[in-house]
């Protein structure tokens, strides 16, 4: 029976986004294949995250070694060679993350298995499966597969793929011995250091205003601040506000800023350039304000309002404000 694999991700005590996406996409593969799901978690003092992961999969393979309290892509890669080297899963997915792209190259070529990278779409195909990767800086996307034979290693990009709530499986916590040793490594933790996010991290953000070039200047930022705050949002941008240093690049959406999925995102003034689009576009519901009636944001908005946003967001802002009375 083939079994997917999902490399969980954690962080500072808690799971990573990604780590859910990967089970819920590896739970589609596994049932369009008949085949099993499997998570395998490395750390210090982690079993909760595997008793939280265990309804997720038919087997989480718990494995601790207190050289795995802290990430560090030596360890990472001496344990799941030797895991992955022993299991040999159809399919193994990791997150395209800072992460994990920091030790999956490595991997791949020490176990001699094809690699994918940053794969916003994956389905079951024959014996092997068709890949959607990005390329020209997201302008297109080409449809892909592998020409060798299992065992696959691919990394999925963070916000890609939406989690799916599912019966619980109710799998089991299955205990693995590390491989490590004694033996001396020649990388070591030294301290966590938090990325600034600005007050808000908009990747968390259920609700997002971005603002684009059709804000035409800063003193025209507050306009759209308030607009957000009055519906419980967040400020986010696009790259030529970020570049006009209008708003701090923490803002950002885009392939060169952040991949978000709010449940609701409103583009005000963006063009929609694919490189946004492409951070944007899993968003739950797209609404775009823009006075350009063949602006390409329409084309992934589910609604759209073709007007002067200075006319038009007061306006709204001050209904809003109406309803909350």
């Not at 099993?36 to 718990?62: M, Q, W």
């Not at 299955?174 to 808000?200: C, K, N, Q, W």
């Not at 968003?283 to 329409?298: E, L, V």
Request: hydrophobic share 40%; net charge positive.
């Amino acid at each position: 029976m083939k079994e997917i694999m999902v490399v969980a991700e954690h962080r500072r005590g808690e799971l990573r986004d990604i780590t859910w996406e990967m089970l819920s996409k590896g739970r589609s593969l596994a049932e369009a294949m008949e085949g099993t799901l499997s998570v395998v978690l490395l750390g210090k003092g982690v079993k909760p995250f595997a008793e939280a992961l265990r309804s997720k999969a038919h087997r989480v393979y718990l494995i601790e070694d207190d050289r795995l309290e802290f990430y560090n892509s030596e360890t990472y890669e001496r344990v799941l060679f030797q895991f992955l080297s022993e299991k040999k899963p159809f399919l193994t997915l990791i997150g395209h993350t800072a992460q994990g792209m920091d030790f999956v190259p490595a991997l791949a070529i020490r176990l001699g298995w094809p690699l994918a990278t940053d794969c916003i779409g994956i389905e079951p195909k024959d014996d092997s499966f068709t890949l959607i990767r990005q390329i020209y800086g997201g302008k297109i996307n080409a449809e892909v597969s592998f020409v060798r034979k299992a065992p696959y290693l691919v990394t999925l990009r963070s916000g890609a793929f939406s989690v799916e709530e599912k019966k619980p499986i109710e799998g089991e916590i299955v205990t693995t011995s590390s491989p490590l040793s004694d033996e001396v490594l020649g990388r070591r933790f030294i301290e966590y250091v938090e990325a600034s996010v600005g007050e808000v991290d908009i990747t968390q953000a259920d609700i997002l205003v971005a603002v684009g070039r059709g804000i035409k200047d800063a003193e025209n930022i507050p306009l759209v601040k308030e607009f957000a705050d009055s519906i419980g949002g967040a400020l986010a941008c696009s790259r030529p506000v970020v570049d006009k240093k209008w708003l701090p690049k923490s803002c950002q959406v885009g392939t060169s800023g952040k991949t978000v999925k709010p449940k609701v995102y409103i583009a005000i003034g963006i063009s929609g350039a694919f490189q946004h689009v492409a951070g944007m576009k899993g968003s739950g519901t797209i609404i775009a304000i823009n006075k350009d009636p063949k602006a390409p944001i329409f084309s992934v908005a589910h609604y759209g309002i073709v007007g002067d946003l200075f006319k038009i967001v007061p306006v709204i802002k001050d209904k809003i404000k109406e309803m909350k009375k």
